[in-house]
């Protein structure tokens, strides 16, 4: 039943390692989006995808590879984690491109680079 | 500037008041108007949607726009305990293809 969903809820990883997250999304929404949020709440988009192709890319370091297979599917791959990356990453769709219906959010991935 | 400033508190108040949180904005741009409620280990929910200057209610809560001082409020009447949480404004466009910008969030205790 869950609307949109991440993979892992919880990940714990060293710096320099490689790791990913999955997102997936059953509201037949067309555009799904990554979120960070840090540890004082602030969400800060990273990117936006509509049906499969890239709309949004803000100022990510080049480290953060979105992919998405299909429009139901967003995922994120990290290279080279760093302190820094440690946030709740959170991956959100809406119907559309525009923000006129507001966002269904997942839970967040939480994640910690020791 | 930023573009959405929100108080962060935290703001704690006694169960059955009234709560007042706000935001105010910088680009006269934006049309849509959302708060989201945060709690504890989750993601954020949509709690209130609205696109026009005036007050629009829900139960006990109440959303207010002032476009005009570029200000956005939301109200919260006899507050429950199982309001505590974080409450984020976000406001939004539609010249195509937009994003969401968030407030940093207003932690929210309820204390019975």
Same mark, same amino acid.
């Given at each position: 039943?869950?609307?949109?969903?991440?993979?892992?809820k919880?990940?714990?990883?060293?710096?320099?390692?490689?790791?990913?997250?999955?997102?997936?999304?059953?509201?037949?929404?067309?555009?799904?989006?990554?979120?960070?949020?840090?540890?004082?709440?602030?969400?800060?988009?990273?990117f936006s995808?509509?049906?499969k192709?890239?709309?949004?890319?803000?100022?990510?370091?080049?480290r953060?590879?979105?992919?998405?297979?299909?429009k139901a599917?967003l995922n994120?791959?990290?290279?080279?984690?760093?302190?820094g990356?440690?946030?709740?990453?959170?991956c959100?769709?809406?119907?559309?491109s525009?923000?006129?219906?507001?966002?269904?959010?997942?839970?967040?991935?939480?994640?910690?680079?020791? | 500037?930023?573009?959405?400033?929100?108080d962060?508190?935290?703001l704690?108040?006694?169960?059955?008041a009234?709560?007042?949180?706000?935001?105010?904005? @910088?680009?006269?741009?934006?049309q849509y %108007?959302?708060?989201?409620?945060q709690? &504890?280990?989750k993601?954020?929910e !949509?709690?209130?949607?609205?696109?026009?200057s005036?007050?629009k209610?829900?139960?006990?809560?109440?959303?207010?726009?002032?476009? @005009?001082?570029?200000?956005?409020?939301? %109200?919260?009447?006899?507050?429950q305990? &199982?309001?505590?949480?974080?409450y !984020?404004c976000?406001i939004?466009a539609?010249f195509?293809n937009?994003?969401l910008t968030?407030?940093?969030?207003?932690?929210?205790?309820?204390i019975?």
């Amino acid at each position: 039943d869950t609307a949109v969903s991440q993979t892992p809820k919880y990940l714990v990883t060293q710096m320099g390692n490689d790791k990913s997250i999955k997102c997936e999304q059953n509201l037949g929404h067309d555009t799904m989006y990554w979120y960070k949020q840090d540890s004082k709440k602030f969400l800060k988009i990273m990117f936006s995808y509509n049906n499969k192709e890239l709309i949004i890319n803000e100022t990510v370091p080049n480290r953060f590879s979105p992919k998405s297979p299909d429009k139901a599917h967003l995922n994120l791959h990290i290279n080279s984690l760093e302190l820094g990356d440690s946030a709740v990453y959170f991956c959100a769709s809406s119907q559309g491109s525009n923000t006129i219906y507001g966002y269904t959010f997942g839970s967040g991935t939480r994640l910690t680079v020791v | 500037q930023k573009e959405v400033e929100q108080d962060p508190g935290p703001l704690s108040v006694p169960e059955g008041a009234i709560v007042s949180l706000n935001c105010t904005y @910088s680009n006269s741009a934006f049309q849509y %108007f959302m708060w989201y409620r945060q709690y &504890s280990r989750k993601g954020p929910e !949509l709690l209130m949607y609205t696109y026009s200057s005036g007050n629009k209610e829900d139960g006990r809560f109440t959303a207010q726009v002032d476009k @005009s001082s570029k200000y956005i409020s939301l %109200f919260i009447r006899d507050s429950q305990p &199982s309001d505590s949480a974080t409450y !984020l404004c976000a406001i939004g466009a539609n010249f195509g293809n937009e994003k969401l910008t968030f407030g940093t969030g207003t932690r929210l205790t309820i204390i019975p």
